[in-house]
């Protein structure tokens, strides 16, 4: 699949889901196992009404799809994949008001299992919000008949 191909599946992919959609994803770059999606800061997204922080559940969401889209360009992962794991470690609040952009990497690939690491971030990119590590399906190859 060449780049530009692989670009707009992703990006048909990630408008198609429903909670991307209602999260305003935005794919900002995506190929060779690694994908960076950005989510805007959004009022109907405040978990916590005294100080104006994004939801949790939201970052989740964000990192989670992050992670499935690296796998997904990953040239020995594919399409379709699903989470089997995914373990967030939160670092602080994203600052009210800011856009998070979540960056994952694929960074190793077996027969059933892709592995991938992430970061969230705010405006200030030196303060992780949340990492994140996780494990994915890799589609099986159907099996040739003859």
């Known amino acids: 699949m060449t780049p530009e191909n692989q670009a ?6 990630i408008q198609n889901m429903p909670h ?4 305003s994803m935005l ?5 060779a196992g690694e994908a960076v999606i950005s989510m805007p800061y959004d009022t109907r997204l405040i978990g916590d009404p005294e100080t104006g922080v994004i939801h949790g559940g939201a970052v989740s969401a964000l990192m989670d799809t992050c992670c499935g889209t690296a796998v997904m360009c990953h040239p020995n992962a594919g399409v379709p994949t699903a989470t ?5 470690d939160y670092m602080r609040s994203a600052t009210p008001g800011d856009r998070i952009t979540a960056t994952a990497s694929c ?3 077996t027969r059933n299992v892709a592995f991938v690491r992430a970061v969230a971030t705010d405006a200030d ?3 992780p919000v949340a990492t994140a ?3 994915f399906t890799v589609p099986q190859q159907k099996a040739v008949t003859s």
């Open 107 to 109: 960074y190793h690939v």
């Open 133 to 135: 590590t996780g494990a």
């Open 20 to 23: 991307a959609k209602a999260l």
């Open 84 to 88: 089997l794991d995914l373990r967030i």
């Open 8 to 13: 707009k599946m992703v990006a048909d992919f």
């Open 125 to 127: 990119t030196d303060r």
């Open 27 to 31: 794919v900002e770059r995506s190929g």
